[in-house]
T-cell receptor, first 117, second 113 residues
């Protein structure tokens, strides 16, 4: 168990470019979550998957944001036409299924920091 | 919807001082409550949790008790160390069965030698 891995750790891009972040969850976890964290704030929920199904999306997730988890394993978060307001830390977390003893305990990755110039 | 409010920081203490970070919540139903910690340059780590009223979560000398009557989950430690300097986040599960957590804004703790 190597924990939750995120890649890249840092991304600097110019306004208007597209960026993609990848998350590899803990292999036994079937739930996967994306959060966004800006400086001095707590993480804000973006979206969540159970296996390959995207079951909830926050209103924070504009049309420029899309997330996938095609085989129920790793997930990607793509931001199209980036804006300076997208600059933040993007966090991925995973957890065991509902009903298991570890349910509701989210294990976080180290995050992917995005800077939009 | 469910929400959580933490005391604002930063909190600055001398080593071996007593720590309290206040957290109150608003929720429907019976959420689980958590404290996560974020050390400089690292990801969020679970510190402790409580799943029902009157439960006490504890870890690494930190404690928090789930108080339904006051809707609180205050974090305490009897004697802080410099290595406890970090940002602490209170969180609760949202309504429904998604496992999604809702976080407070975080409280920065600085412990001076």
């Amino acid at each position: 168990d190597t924990g939750v891995s995120q890649d890249p750790r840092h991304k600097i891009t110019k306004r208007g470019q597209n960026v993609t972040f990848r998350c590899d969850p803990i292999s036994e976890h079937n739930r996967l979550y994306w959060y966004r964290q800006t400086l001095g704030q707590g993480p804000e929920f973006l979206t969540y998957f159970q296996n390959e199904a995207q079951l909830e999306k926050s209103r924070l997730l504009s049309d420029r944001f899309s997330a996938e988890r095609p085989k129920g394993s790793f997930s990607t978060l793509e931001i199209q036409r980036t804006e300076q307001g997208d600059s933040a830390m993007y966090l991925c977390a995973s957890s065991y299924p509902s009903g298991s003893s570890g349910a509701n305990v989210l294990t976080f990755g180290a995050g992917s920091r995005l800077t939009v110039l | 919807g469910n929400s959580v409010t933490q005391m604002e920081g930063p909190v600055t203490l001398s080593e071996e001082a007593f720590l309290t970070i206040n957290c109150t919540y608003t929720a429907t139903g019976y959420p689980s409550l958590f404290w996560y910690v974020q050390y400089p340059g690292e990801g969020l780590q679970l510190l402790l949790k409580a799943t029902k009223a009157d439960d006490k979560g504890s870890n690494k000398g930190f404690e928090a008790t789930y108080r339904k009557e006051t809707t609180s989950f205050h974090l305490e430690k009897g004697s802080v160390q410099v290595s406890d300097s970090a940002v602490y986040f209170c969180a609760l599960t949202s309504s429904g069965n998604t496992g999604k957590l809702i976080f407070g804004q975080g409280t920065t703790l600085q412990v001076k030698p």
